[in-house]
């Protein structure tokens, strides 16, 4: 089925540095969410954008909405070690049709070294 | 509280035997969905319902079966014709149109056969 794809695909980093990540689509986005996945648990929603170019924080993290609609960011500033997990942007498709499903990225794996 | 709950969250099977897996919601959700997630990779869809009674078929719904009877709980069967069915199993949920507000996931099921 149709991705999305995120990049990079994993990340290893210290304590205290600031992490960058993005998701990519072929066809436009009317909204875009982004969820964090501890290990061994469910995704959980962290950010959601609704227009295009919207910049949203939560704590840490800022998420943006592209202005082409067909990306997104992710920004965390000052990892600490409970940053680490999957992040997966995710949104409903444009013209989804009747079964309303949304599209999960390929998702990032974020490692922090203390 | 409201929320999703999956149950086992460790199973073990024998080969050949079939095996379900629980969801309950109680969040008033008209959509439930099930996710295999494999390490290294993202998530990919099984079956989704919409409504009581009604089901589709996901990306890879092959050795795998489903039931909606209640709104509230989508069982997931794994049959003894799914040919590699050990994986990390996720439940969601969500309004009818989740475009705006996502999916709520449940903790997930690690299943491993034996």
């Known amino acids: 089925g149709q991705q999305l794809n995120q990049s990079p695909q994993s990340m290893f980093i210290q304590e205290g540095e600031d992490v960058s990540m993005n998701c990519t689509s072929s066809s436009i986005f009317n909204t875009w969410l982004w969820y964090k996945q501890d290990p061994g648990e469910g995704p959980v929603l962290l950010i959601a954008?609704?227009?295009?170019?919207e910049l949203t924080s939560n704590g840490r993290l800022t998420a943006q909405f592209g202005i082409t609609r067909k990306d997104s960011f992710l920004n965390i500033s000052a990892s600490i070690p409970s940053d680490v997990g999957i992040y997966f942007c995710a949104g409903p498709p444009r013209g989804g049709g009747a079964t309303n499903k949304l599209i999960f990225g390929t998702g990032t794996l974020l490692a922090v070294q203390p | 509280d409201g929320g999703i709950t999956q149950s086992p969250k460790y199973l073990f099977r024998k080969e050949g035997q079939n095996v379900t897996l629980s969801c309950e919601q109680n969040?008033?959700?008209?959509?439930m969905y099930w996710y295999r997630q494999d390490p290294g990779q993202g998530l990919r869809l099984i079956y989704y319902s919409q409504i009581v009674n009604d089901f589709q078929k996901g990306d890879i719904a092959e050795g795998y079966s489903v039931s909606r009877e209640k709104k509230e709980s989508f069982p997931l069967t794994v049959t003894s014709a799914q040919k590699n069915p050990t994986a990390f199993y996720l439940c969601?949920?969500?309004?009818?149109?989740?475009?705006?507000?996502?999916?709520?996931f449940g903790s997930g099921t690690r299943l491993t056969v034996v």
């Open positions: 969601a949920s969500s309004i009818l149109y989740p475009g705006d507000y996502g999916y709520t």
């Open positions: 954008l609704y227009k295009a170019g």
């Open positions: 969040l008033n959700h008209d959509a």
